[in-house]
């Protein structure tokens, strides 16, 4: 089984680039989430989605949108990149009452 | 609102010794409780939960956690840390009812096992 799956891996950005995270799921798991982790300040949920179509915003959504066509993607879109977004991004999913399932997340720097 | 605290941001022990990770918790309502470890660049990977029922959970690695109501804590310990467990370990709660998918972590414990 993949799991989830987050793809790129790394990626460096110059300030005002913009780019889409990745994450797929292929165990049809209803919600997927989108965190962000920063050194010593834990996981910050970003935005959720509760199914296709549903997204809501998270702790930290400034900065970052995202959409939900089907059950196995949830793509985190940022528009213009800033420093402050240097971070490292995980996706994750589940289904209700269970565990969370998490990728191996997409380490981003922005000079 | 839920919240979770780690005691200690860095614990160290010798390999062999006992392993304690503090973990409170608030919420309004009867939580499910989490432990999850990280590995250096990888994501995290569920050690251990609390859902319902016994309060005394066991996980995957030699690792338990406790669940204690009146102290609102849910500690991970292991008799004898081995050196494969350092790592980071994230605490984390999610309410039991209503709008129950959201995960509130604590801030991680890195846990340093030296030989």
């Known amino acids: 089984n993949a799991g989830v799956t987050q793809t790129p891996k790394f990626r460096i950005l110059k300030i005002g680039q913009s780019m889409t995270l990745q994450c797929a799921q292929d165990?049809?798991?209803?919600?997927m989430y989108w965190y962000r982790q920063d050194p010593g300040m834990g996981l910050k949920l970003i935005y959720y989605?509760?199914?296709?179509?549903?997204?809501d915003k998270g702790e930290v959504p400034n900065g970052y949108n995202v959409s939900r066509s089907t059950t196995e993607d949830f793509p985190l879109r940022l528009e213009l990149a800033a420093p402050s977004q240097t971070s490292v991004y995980f996706c994750a999913s589940d289904l209700p009452g269970q565990p969370q399932h998490f990728g191996d997340g997409t380490r981003l720097s922005i000079l | 609102a839920q919240s979770v605290t780690q005691l200690g941001s860095h614990v160290s022990v010798s390999e062999g010794a006992l392993v304690l990770l503090r973990c409170n918790y608030s919420?309004?309502?009867?939580?499910?409780l989490f432990w999850y470890v990280q590995y250096p660049n990888q994501g995290l990977q569920l050690l251990l939960k609390?859902?319902?029922?016994?309060?005394l959970v066991k996980g995957i690695n030699g690792f338990e956690a406790e669940f204690k109501k009146s102290e609102t804590s849910f500690h991970l310990t292991k008799p004898s840390a081995h050196m494969s467990d350092a790592a980071e370990y994230f605490c984390?709660?999610?309410?039991?009812?209503?709008?129950?998918?959201?995960?509130?972590f604590g801030k991680g414990t890195l846990l340093t096992v030296n030989p």
């Open positions: 984390a709660v999610r309410s039991s009812g209503g709008s129950n998918y959201k995960l509130t």
């Open positions: 165990m049809n798991h209803n919600y």
């Open positions: 989605s509760v199914g296709a179509g549903i997204t």
């Open positions: 609390y859902t319902t029922g016994a309060t």
């Open positions: 919420s309004s309502v009867p939580p499910y």
